[in-house]
């Protein structure tokens, strides 16, 4: 049974599954009972961001399917060379272990958040951060490479000009989530070293008061983040 | 107020979330220029909205000058035209319609409506409408760069949109454009997620989904449809700004341009079309789904009935809302795309006939044996009614593929969308403006002033759009400058384009004395009281007129009762307000 807590700190009791969901959307004050304002901002925006991901991947789809050129192979463009042997997609495999790893760390700091556990928790969301800068440093390098070999967003080497522009576009918006993702990450570590959500302390800008709960919501985007990679992965690298 | 009589109706719900702290403004500065108080940032999206609406309707004034007496205004070249075209169509879409609907309306209504004490995030509230004005800017300062503003029409078709063939194809108009519309949706989006989540997490005590206002209604449904189909226009805008400045060729298939060739090739600008339309057809009801909510509201409170069948209004708002994500390419059946899509598209396209079709029959149930007052908000609404049928039948011409094929790119299109999606809302918005000015701002708007606007907007338009049909009809294209000596092309249709021409002048001439009237009534309008239109809904319970920060002094309010009750039977006056727990031995409502 879940449970309502109201304001003059009586609880509640509502429904489970479907019937408790006609009765939340049914009820007065809140569709969504026991969510904070903040964490349903996040999920909405995620879903308006899924829109933006969901179109980008959907052109490029397009592009691909309609090109009259080769498409280049992506498991020889993306292949590293260790020694003498080529070994395909090695950099974007070991991109994604760490961006799926750091998804993992950031659960982790959700659960010493919610435990009041100001040093794990820092020390989690730094690890989470220092991840992601790792990710966004290997992108560099990936496009640094690529673009040593001739890959511009007009043409390459090996057909189809769609492949270098929609590669830019697509791993450029997704590193930039990224990169907002760990400077985020990195004020909110500051936030909890500080104990300003122990003490509620009000933000500079929205003057509204710190809370642990920020941590979680940091850590949706992060989620998703990491979500959205899945799909350039499996859409871009292994198709 | 708050004392609930047992027995008599439902206990209301203890309060779930503690009473917020809002941010108090300690300047001049913070309380009117960078406020974060909803009404006070609605009014700046309203105020901006309608400045470069203004700058819209003079554009179009220009471009009737031209149709109505081609040859005679020699600084009117085809390229201005263009660039008017152009101008006037995003502005008015966008720019106006979308702004002043959502970010006006919803920021004044939804706080008061739903009983909150402002958005829930005031801040990012506050950043959505500087935004805005920085995307406006973008736009404006189009008008002053080198090559002027883009024409390449208010859809921006590539491959055209690029080249240097179209006016600021190869200069600073599209790039201008592309970065101002991805500046508003950055800022459209910030204040989106605030109305979505104040209409779902921040209602008053007692305040259901099924309780609200239709206005919050067709506001919230439009904003969850902007938030979804913005998207597909902030990525073609990307696109094609990568298009034109890094040389891509997402949208640019092989051409050859002035006997040369271009270093595109491979793109699809049908691709650019799928995603413009995928924003661009739930644009259409992101600006009408507003409208019907606030038409709702009106012809209730002004026809003294409670809406016929609120229900089904909301399920007809939310099956529109869902529909028009389905239905994008009936704007490209002769775009080429396989023919088997148009059959689906206009299945789905005619479908939407039905929703729609139940709300026009419940607004004109509710007026059936109603209390009509015919003040100037409810002639706004008839009209609005009227127009929005008119529109709606050339839309099931348009939504059918053999019909639309021969009327495609004629001023039959022109007419339908000037019909359907700028007049219907403006009708709305000019009757919501003359229903909630005296919240506002404590004053009635001047009656004699308003009639004459109303008269003279209502019949004008028609005089303006009836006849384009027929010029449509008979095949004049759109977006031509100059029809010249064109054989088929009867004498009469010159004759109407210059009927229509000073009909035009005479409706913009109107809007001028319903500006001068929103300045003319802030000081001399009659004193209006908190309540003038003895309604229902919780905007019109505020302690004070014009509301003020916080919107509802120490107490939130509780409400009792659905936004509807009008002339119940056995009460003592003709409304019973929201808040208002009313004789204990009243039959309850909803």
Redesign the interface.
Same mark, same amino acid.
């Given at each position: 049974m879940a449970e309502?807590?109201?304001?003059?700190g009586?609880t509640?009791q509502r429904p489970d599954g479907l019937r408790g969901i006609a009765a939340d959307?049914? *009820?007065?004050? /809140?569709?969504?009972?026991n969510?904070s304002?903040g964490k %349903? !901002?996040m999920w909405?925006?995620l879903?308006?961001?899924t829109?933006?991901f969901?179109?980008?991947l959907l052109?490029y789809m397009?592009?691909r399917m *309609?090109?009259?050129?080769p498409w280049p192979n992506a498991s020889e463009v993306f292949g590293l060379h260790v020694g003498d042997v080529s070994v395909p997609l090695l950099l974007i495999a070991i991109m994604t272990f760490v961006l799926i790893s750091s998804s993992g760390t950031m659960a982790m700091a959700v659960n010493f958040a919610y435990r009041r556990n100001r040093r794990m928790t820092v020390l989690m969301i730094l690890l989470t951060a220092l991840m992601g800068a790792t990710f966004v440093g290997m992108q560099a390098f990936e496009w640094s490479k690529l673009i040593s070999e001739g890959v511009r967003?007009?043409e390459n080497p090996w057909g %189809?000009? &769609?492949f270098?522009?929609s590669f830019f576009?697509i791993t450029g918006?997704h590193g930039t989530h990224v990169t907002f993702g760990v400077i985020f990450l990195l004020i909110v570590a500051r936030k909890v070293w500080r104990g300003d959500y122990d003490r509620g302390t009000r933000g500079f800008?929205?003057?509204? /008061?710190g809370d642990y709960e920020h941590v979680e919501i940091m850590g949706l985007y992060w989620h998703f983040v990491d979500l959205v990679w899945v799909f350039i992965f499996a859409f871009f690298y292994l198709w | 107020m708050v004392d609930v009589t047992p027995g008599s109706r439902d206990a209301?719900?203890?309060?779930?979330?503690?009473?917020v702290?809002l941010?108090h403004p300690h300047s001049w500065w913070t309380t009117y220029v960078f406020s974060q108080d909803a009404k006070v940032i609605a009014i700046q999206y309203a105020g901006t909205a309608m400045a470069i609406g203004f700058v819209a309707l003079v554009l179009s004034w220009l471009m009737r000058l031209q149709l109505g007496f081609p040859g005679t205004f020699d600084f009117i070249t085809p390229e201005a035209y263009y660039q008017f075209i152009t101008m006037h169509g995003m502005i008015m879409v966008v720019y106006l319609l979308t702004a002043l609907f959502l970010g006006g309306f919803g920021n004044y209504l939804i706080p008061l409506m739903v009983g909150a004490r402002d958005m829930?995030?005031?801040?990012?509230n506050m950043l959505s409408y500087w935004i805005y004005l920085l995307a406006v800017l973008v736009l404006v300062a189009s008008f002053f760069a080198p090559g002027g503003p883009t024409g390449a029409g208010w859809t921006l078709y590539p491959p055209q949109a690029i080249l240097s063939g179209t006016p600021g194809g190869q200069d600073w108009g599209i790039l201008l454009m592309l970065f101002s519309l991805i500046l508003f949706i950055i800022g459209f989006?910030m204040g989106?997620?605030?109305y979505?989540?104040t209409v @779902? &997490? %921040? /209602?008053? /005590?007692?305040?259901?989904?099924?309780?609200l206002p239709l206005t919050v209604w067709g506001i919230f449904t439009a904003t969850v449809m902007a938030? @979804? #189909?913005?998207?597909?226009l902030?990525? #073609?805008c990307? !696109?094609m700004l990568?298009d034109r400045l890094?040389?891509?060729?997402?949208f640019m298939p092989a051409l050859v341009e002035m006997g040369e060739q271009l *270093?595109y090739?491979?793109?699809?600008p049908i @691709?650019f079309q799928h995603?413009f339309w995928?924003f661009g057809h739930p644009e259409v009801y992101i600006v009408a789904l507003p409208a019907f909510g606030i038409v709702s509201d009106l012809i209730s409170t002004h026809a003294r009935k409670n809406i016929f069948g609120y229900r089904m209004m909301v399920w007809a708002i939310v099956a529109i809302g869902a529909l028009s994500f389905i239905v994008w390419a009936h704007h490209m059946y002769v775009s080429g795309m396989h023919p088997y899509f148009g059959f689906f598209f206009a299945t789905t396209t005619l479908i939407i006939a039905v929703p729609t079709a139940i709300k026009v029959y419940n607004w004109v149930l509710t007026l059936w044996r109603g209390d009509i007052h015919l003040s100037l908000p409810m002639l706004f609404a008839l009209a609005f009614i009227v127009t929005f049928v008119n529109g709606g039948l050339t839309g099931l011409f348009l939504g059918n593929v053999v019909v639309d094929v021969p009327l495609s790119d004629t001023m039959f299109v022109v007419a339908h969308f000037h019909m359907v999606m700028g007049v219907a809302p403006i009708m709305v918005i000019f009757g919501a403006i003359y229903h909630w000015y005296p919240k506002i701002t404590g004053r009635m708007l001047n009656d004699a002033m308003g009639h004459f606007h109303f008269w003279v907007t209502f019949i004008g338009a028609y005089a303006i759009f009836f006849p384009m049909h027929y010029v449509g009809l008979v095949g004049v294209p759109r977006r031509y400058p100059e029809l010249g000596e064109t054989a088929f092309i009867p004498d009469s249709v010159h004759d109407l384009n210059a009927f229509i021409t000073v009909a035009a002048l005479i409706v913009g001439f109107a809007q001028m004395v319903f500006l001068f009237n929103l300045f003319w009534s802030l000081r001399y309008g009659k004193e209006a009281g908190g309540n003038p239109w003895r309604a229902t809904t919780l905007e019109w319970q505020t302690p004070q007129t014009p509301p003020a920060h916080g919107n509802w002094g120490k107490e939130l309010p509780v409400?009792y009762r659905w936004a509807y009750d009008y002339s119940v039977p056995g009460a003592p006056q003709d409304f019973i307000a929201q808040n208002d727990p009313g004789p204990p031995n009243l039959p309850r409502h909803a």
């Open positions: 309502t807590l109201t304001s003059n009586t509640h959307w049914s *009820s007065d004050q /809140r569709a969504f009972k969510v304002w %349903a !901002m909405v925006f879903l308006s961001d829109f933006i969901g179109c980008f052109a397009t592009a *309609s090109t009259t050129v967003p007009w %189809a000009a &769609q270098g522009s576009m918006f800008f929205t003057s509204r /008061r | 209301v719900p203890p309060a779930e979330v503690p009473d702290e941010y829930v995030f005031p801040y990012a989006t989106g997620l605030n979505v989540v @779902l &997490q %921040a /209602r008053a /005590r007692g305040m259901t989904l099924m309780r938030l @979804l #189909a913005f998207p597909a902030f990525v #073609a990307v !696109m990568f890094l040389g891509t060729s997402f *270093s090739g491979g793109g699809s @691709l995603l995928f409400v």
